[in-house]
C-alpha cells in the first residue's frame, strides 16, 4: 500500500505519486482476509464468494459492512449510473435518511405502510420515520423549489442509505434490510414529458446493466406501495432469484408473477339451472370434489379467506375477504391485495371464517355477513359451477353470479401458471426466476397533489407536477454480477465494475522484480492489487481466483526465466509472458480489449410499453 509521509504526497518505493493518482494496494495492508472455507450461513454463490474473497461482512441479519475491495467495486458501479443518468438530464442532490413522519401523513403512506417502515419518536416526542424511499421527501423539496412551468422538466437524483425492516432477509445483498440505492425522479408538466423521462430511463437502466455486464430483461410489474399508472421491473434471470416471470418466447410477453396476465377460456354457453344441495362427505378440496361429483375443475368455484388490514381514513381495520376464483386457476394474493386496497394480507383462521357464517372446507359466498366478497373475472362467464353449501358435508351445484350471489369486486385475480395461454398470442407461457435489480414507475400526481406540489402553467393555473419514480439497489446489483460472474473457484469481475484492474502476484526469489513491476504500473496510472504477502504460490494463486480481479500478473523465477512477466485473464485458460519492459503497454491494451468486450454489450433495447 502506499505509505504517506507527514506532507502531502504517496510514496510507492522510492517514487511519490499525487494522492487523487493512487490506484493500487499492497495485499499485506489490504483490510480485510479471504476465507479458505465456506461459511455455514453462505445461501447462494454470491452470499459465500463475497464472504470468503473479503468484499462484505455481516453485522445482523440483512445488515452488512463493504469492506475495501466492495467499496471500491460500488463506487464503480454508482459511478456508472451517474454518468447515464446525468446523460439524461440527471441533476443530484443528497436527501435525509431520517424523515419527519408528517410528510408520510400527509400521502396517508404512515398508515398504509406496514412494520416494515421503522417508526420513532425524536426526543421532542415527533414522530419520525427511517427512509425506505424518498417520494415524499421529493415532493416536499418540489413545492418549495418549483413555481412555474419555466422551470420544467427537471430530472433530480441521489444515492443514499434506506431502510426496510423486512422479515425475511436472505441470499447475502440480494434481501438485505439496510441498503444503498439510486433513486432518480423526474417533474413534468404533463404526461408527454413523463413518457419522454420514463422511456428514457428505460434505456439508460439498460445502459447500466450492461455496462456492469448484467444481462437483464425488463417486464411489467406491480406498482404497491409506490402507487402511479405503470411500472416495469428490470430482472436477472437466475434461479436463486425470489421474483418469478411469466415469459412467451412466441411474442415476447414478460411480466411479473405477481401482475401477469392469461388467455382466459370461458366456460360453455348454457342455460342457467336451479340451486341443488348434495351431499359431499369428507370432501374438502378442489381435487377431491371434482373427482367425487365427476365434474371438471373447471366446473367448480374456489374459496379463499384471506384477512385484510384496510386503511379507512387514518385507521386500520381487519376486514374478512372471500375470494372465489374457478377451481382450475389459484388466487394472486398482491392482485386480492390490490383489489381490495389491503395494506395487509393474512390466511384467516377457522375462527375468524365461522364468524362470517361459513364453514371451512364448503364455504359459499351465499349468505355471509360483515364479509368483502371478491370475485375473478371468470366466474360471472362460467355458469353452473359447484360452490360450498356452508354446512358440513355439503356443497351446491349450479352457483351463479348474480342469480346467487353478488360481489364487492370484480376484476383479474388469476395467478398465472406454467403453460398459462399467454395474453397477448395465446401460446403457452413459461415461468423463469429472476432478481429485481432496478424499477421505474409512473407515479403521476399522487405525491405532488397530496404535499401541494404545483406548479404556474402558461394559462396561469395552478397544477401539480407530474411525477416519476426510477430506483436501482447497488448492493443488490453487486451481488447480482457476482451471481452472474463465477466460476468453481471464485469470482470473476468485468472489468468496470473490479475493484481493480490488474491482480499482481510476487513469488519467492521474485520479490525485487515484483517491486519493480508494481512500481512501474502504479506510475503508468494503472489499478493493481499487489500481493507482496509471505504465503506460498498456491495460497495467492488460489486468492487471485477467489478474488476476481480480470487480470493477473505473476513475477517468479520461473516467469523471469522464460522472459518476463507471466499474464492470464481471469475468465480464460492459457497465460503468456510478457517482457519485463512491455507489462504496461500489454496490460493496457488488456484493458483496453476487455472494455471493449463490455461496451458491445450496450445497446439500444426497444420499449416494451
Known amino acids: 500500500m502506499p505509505r504517506l509521509n507527514a506532507g502531502r504526497h504517496a ?9 487523487q493518482e493512487i490506484t493500487a494496494m499492497r495485499m499485506s495492508k489490504l483490510f480485510s482476509q479471504t476465507l479458505r472455507d465456506k461459511p455455514s450461513d453462505a445461501e447462494v454463490p454470491s452470499h459465500e464468494l463475497l464472504l470468503r474473497a473479503g468484499f462484505i461482512r455481516q453485522l445482523a441479519a440483512g445488515i452488512f459492512s463493504y469492506l475495501p475491495l466492495a467499496k471500491r467495486s460500488l463506487t464503480k458501479i454508482e459511478n456508472i449510473m451517474r454518468k447515464e443518468i446525468d446523460a439524461i438530464g440527471g441533476q443530484e442532490v443528497t436527501m435525509p435518511v431520517v424523515h419527519p413522519a408528517q410528510i408520510w401523513k400527509e400521502t396517508l403512506r404512515w398508515f398504509q405502510v406496514g412494520s416494515e417502515m421503522a417508526r420513532f419518536k425524536d426526543k421532542s416526542g415527533r414522530d419520525m420515520v427511517l427512509a425506505m424511499t424518498h417520494e415524499e421527501v421529493v415532493a416536499d423539496l418540489v413545492r418549495r423549489e418549483v413555481h412555474s412551468y419555466r422551470q420544467l422538466p427537471m430530472l433530480v437524483y441521489h444515492i443514499q442509505t434506506k431502510w426496510r425492516d423486512d422479515p425475511r432477509p436472505r441470499a447475502g ?66 434461479p436463486v432469484g425470489e421474483d418469478t416471470l411469466m415469459i412467451c418466447d412466441n411474442c415476447g410477453y414478460a411480466a411479473n408473477r405477481q401482475v401477469a396476465r392469461i388467455e382466459k377460456v370461458a366456460g360453455s354457453k348454457e342455460a342457467l339451472k336451479p340451486v341443488k344441495k348434495v351431499a359431499t362427505p369428507g370432501i374438502t378440496t378442489i381435487e377431491g370434489l371434482a373427482e367425487f361429483l365427476d365434474v371438471p375443475e373447471a366446473k367448480t368455484a374456489k374459496a379463499v379467506f384471506m384477512m ?65 366478497i371478491v370475485v375473478d373475472d371468470l366466474i360471472p362467464e362460467s355458469p353452473n359451477l359447484v360452490a360450498g353449501a356452508n354446512e358440513e358435508g355439503h356443497h351446491l351445484l349450479n352457483v351463479n353470479y348474480e342469480r346467487d350471489f353478488h360481489a ?49 402553467d402558461k394559462d396561469g393555473s395552478s397544477k401539480p407536477v407530474i411525477m416519476g419514480s426510477y430506483g436501482i439497489g447497488s448492493g443488490r446489483l453487486l451481488a447480482s454480477i457476482a451471481e452472474e460472474h463465477h466460476d468453481e473457484h471464485g469470482l470473476i469481475w468485468p472489468i468496470t465494475v473490479s475493484p481493480y484492474h490488474v491482480h499482481l502476484l ?104
Do not use: W
Request: hydrophobic residues 40%; charged residues 30%; contains cysteine.
Open 173 to 238: 445483498l440480494i434481501r438485505v434490510r439496510e441498503f444503498t440505492m439510486k433513486d432518480s425522479y423526474s417533474l413534468d408538466v404533463d404526461e408527454e414529458g413523463l413518457d419522454k423521462q420514463y422511456r428514457a430511463h428505460y434505456q439508460a437502466y439498460f445502459d447500466i446493466f450492461h455496462r456492469c455486464a448484467l444481462p437483464v430483461r425488463a417486464v411489467k410489474s406491480d406498482v404497491g406501495m409506490m402507487g402511479g399508472s405503470l411500472a416495469h421491473e428490470f430482472m436477472y434471470l437466475t
Open 408 to 456: 364487492d369486486f370484480v376484476g383479474d385475480l388469476v395467478l398465472a401458471q406454467e403453460g398459462d395461454p399467454c395474453p397477448e398470442c395465446k401460446e403457452a407461457m413459461h415461468a423463469e426466476r429472476g432478481v429485481e435489480v432496478g424499477n421505474i414507475f409512473k407515479l403521476g400526481t399522487r405525491y405532488s397533489e397530496a404535499l401541494g406540489a404545483e406548479f404556474l
Open 308 to 372: 385484510a388490514t384496510i386503511t379507512e381514513g387514518e385507521v386500520d381495520v381487519d376486514r374478512l375477504v372471500f375470494a372465489v376464483v374457478r377451481g382450475d386457476t389459484e388466487v394472486n394474493e398482491t392482485k386480492l391485495t390490490n383489489a381490495v386496497k389491503a395494506k395487509e394480507l393474512r390466511p384467516a383462521t377457522d375462527e375468524e371464517i365461522a364468524a362470517s357464517g361459513a364453514v371451512a372446507g364448503y364455504a359459499s359466498p351465499k349468505g355471509l355477513k360483515d364479509t368483502l
Open 11 to 19: 510514496f510507492i518505493g522510492d517514487a511519490y505519486i499525487k494522492p
Open 506 to 609: 510476487s513469488l519467492k526469489g521474485a520479490e525485487k522484480d515484483g517491486e519493480e513491476a508494481f512500481k512501474k504500473l502504479v506510475e503508468a496510472g494503472l489499478e493493481v492489487l499487489f500481493d507482496d504477502r509471505e504465503e506460498s504460490p498456491g495460497v495467492k494463486f488460489a486468492d487471485a481466483d477467489l478474488i476476481g480481479v480480470p487480470i493477473r500478473l505473476t513475477v517468479s523465477k520461473r516467469s523471469l526465466k522464460q522472459g518476463g512477466v507471466e499474464m492470464k485473464r481471469r475468465d480464460r485458460e492459457e497465460s503468456v509472458v510478457i517482457p519485463s519492459g512491455e507489462i504496461v503497454d500489454a496490460v493496457t491494451a488488456e484493458i483496453s480489449a476487455l472494455k471493449e468486450e463490455v461496451q458491445a454489450l450496450v445497446v439500444e433495447v426497444p420499449y416494451d410499453d
